[in-house]
């Protein structure tokens, strides 16, 4: 084992989650397959919607993927730094509504 | 941006020994990704074998006015292969002969070659089915003497093939070069106004999408809605089909993933998308490439790598379609970049 927790390489090891649960990891991949095929969103629209969520976890793996993935289709760098944006905001807008009960229990608590 | 071949800048690369080499090296010396030939074992299909022939592919000459970072030719201005009139001869004896129901002129860019004009007008008259040229669209806008080239090719009925590798400006230039989106814009609308890609017209231009980078192309159908409405909302130009191309790892885009620290993983994602039924049409089971030289090759990338059909008839003053039918395929760790995903070949997906 690697000195470091997070090694490129590994993200091509991703399939080798079922080797010690087949079960569950085969029903993780056909699910995960699934869902990112064409429906009532394209492909494309899931893949930046993919992007931005890889963001907002912050998993460096996704990250790579969900960039090649969208190089692959044809993404402009445009529209993939927009949907990371749009994951920064609704992550931003998360913390910052909490202001709202902050705002709230400071009304309450003060005279 | 490249302005010089690497042969002319005498790199390593440029040694198609030395490309073989590196095919070899890495991942596949340690084990870690299997030969191509174990892989093909593996799914039954070694040795690989053609099928009826059905398109004769002629590299008419490896110079071209563009340099660009991808080509697995090689090609630039400094190139001087150059097929001569006698070779054109020797292949328009085969083209009046030959079962295949394709021609498929390639380069560099074909109109270079002195005896273009000459070859296209005598092989059109030969009776061929679909007559294709690889056009790089730069070159009808480069010279005043290219200019006529929509007019020329709609009057021989040619098909015209071209590179676009994507519909904005950036990703074109960063590939292809400077000022090349551009021009390729315009010489696009000047075959429109002759007719070509017109829906219904049979005058047939189809676009070639190669990823400018080290990643894969994405779905063929996909990618071709998306160049159809931003080619037709932005400029107004229309095409038939767009054909998705994977970047074989030869010439420079080797170079460019060797040197981007993109080389191991690019093959790793080859290998992991190997399709066994993207293997049983791949284009080398169909297709025999001619070189400026008149040598017979199983593709244009062979061709490239230097390595020649396995048969007695390695030249084109030698052609015998049946003798050519016997023999087995050439293939080495580069074949991975046709049979990945949905395959690929000069005609797009295969699989």
Redesign the interface.
Known sequence: MDNNYYD?ADL?KFGKISDWSPELGEKFFDYYNSVFK?GAL???EKSLIALAVAHVVKCPYCIDAYT?DG????I?KEEMMEAVHAGAAIESGATLVHGVQMMNKYNKLSM | MATKSLKAVGHDLAQTNKQLELLASGPFAQGDLPLFKDKITQSGQFPLRPKSLEILQINVGYMCNQVCAHCHVDAGPDRKEIMTRETMQQCLDVIKTTGAHTLDLTGGAPEMNPDFRWFVEKASAAGIKDFIVRSNLTIIRANKKYHDLPEFFAKHGVHVVSSLP???Q??TDKQRGDGVFNSSIEALKSLNRVGYGKPDSPLKLDLV?N?S?A?????QK??EQ??KKALWEDFGIEFHTLFTITNLPIARFLDYLVASGNFE?YM?ALV?AYNPAAVSGVMCTNTLSVSWDGYLYDCDFNQMLGLKVASKAKHISQYQEDLLAERDIVISQHCYGCTAGAGSSCQGTVA
């Open positions: 490129p091509r064409e394209s492909a494309r090649k190089l692959q289709k044809g402009t | 994507h519909y904005t950036g990703k999408y990823p980078g990643f894969l192309p994405g779905d996909a990618m998306d160049f993983d790793y992991d």
